[in-house]
């Protein structure tokens, strides 16, 4: 079982819609990334928590230690939205490496 | 205006000719990190600098290296590529060592012929 698990893997919805991206993992960890690729692309950083929400823009991201569940949330979204997205935890004494999640193919339609 | 800024795009080698890639940031982090993405695949980490205090991942082979000249510059080398090598080439940095975002390069697609 990976360590860092997300879900869906695959997501179409369609212009407006409120989307949730969910990340469970299941180690300790020092903080978790949100992140974005487009296809082809290179990875924007949208997101680092170590507890709490933090909101930017249309996005919103939740982490809740206890559950070691994280969600990523976009608001009114837009096909410019599409990408891939993904999460990646920074384990306890595991220095500066990130653990992946598999990612989440987002396709907003028009 | 970019940060972390990754040259070329788009690079082509033929099998076994050294090609080095290229990446600078403007945010004079001390950290700076070499990804591997294959296709479908999330980012490997091969090593990264610390200042100049350099750290290989136990799994990086041997034909990846890696010179980081100055704060603001960092390349990596691939002495003989072979055609499994063919990804994108993430580079990213980050303030510190621990719990600092990572900012990310927009990556060189690598393909070998």
């Known amino acids: 079982k990976n360590e860092v698990e997300q879900s869906p893997q695959n997501l179409t919805a369609q212009e407006g819609e409120f989307i949730t991206i969910n990340c469970s993992y299941s180690v300790g960890i020092s903080a978790l990334h949100w992140l974005q690729q487009h296809p082809g692309g290179g990875i924007v950083s949208l997101f680092m928590?170590?507890?709490g929400k933090k909101k930017h823009g249309r996005l919103i991201a939740t982490i809740n230690i206890q559950e070691k569940h994280s969600s990523l949330h976009i608001t009114a979204s837009h096909p410019r939205d599409s990408a891939v997205y993904i999460c990646?935890?920074?384990?306890?004494?595991?220095?500066?490496?990130?653990?992946f999640g598999g990612g989440t193919r987002l396709m907003v339609k028009p | 205006d970019a940060m972390v800024i990754q040259n070329p795009r788009y690079q082509v080698t033929q099998f076994g000719k050294p090609v080095t890639l290229s990446c600078s940031q403007t945010l004079n982090h001390n950290v700076m990190y070499w990804y591997q993405q294959k296709s479908s695949q999330a980012p490997k980490l091969l090593f990264h600098?610390?200042?100049?205090?350099?750290?290989n991942e136990a799994d990086t082979p041997d034909n990846f290296q890696s010179r980081r000249p100055n704060t603001s510059f960092c390349f990596l080398d691939i002495r003989s590529p072979g055609l499994g090598d063919a990804a994108m080439y993430l580079c990213?940095?980050?303030?510190?060592?621990?719990?600092?975002?990572?900012?990310f390069g927009p990556g060189t697609r690598l393909t070998v012929t």
């Open positions: 600098y610390y200042d100049k205090d350099f750290n």
């Open positions: 928590l170590s507890s």
């Open positions: 990646a935890v920074r384990k306890n004494n595991a220095g500066n490496m990130l653990t």
């Open positions: 990213a940095t980050s303030r510190n060592r621990g719990a600092y975002e990572q900012y």
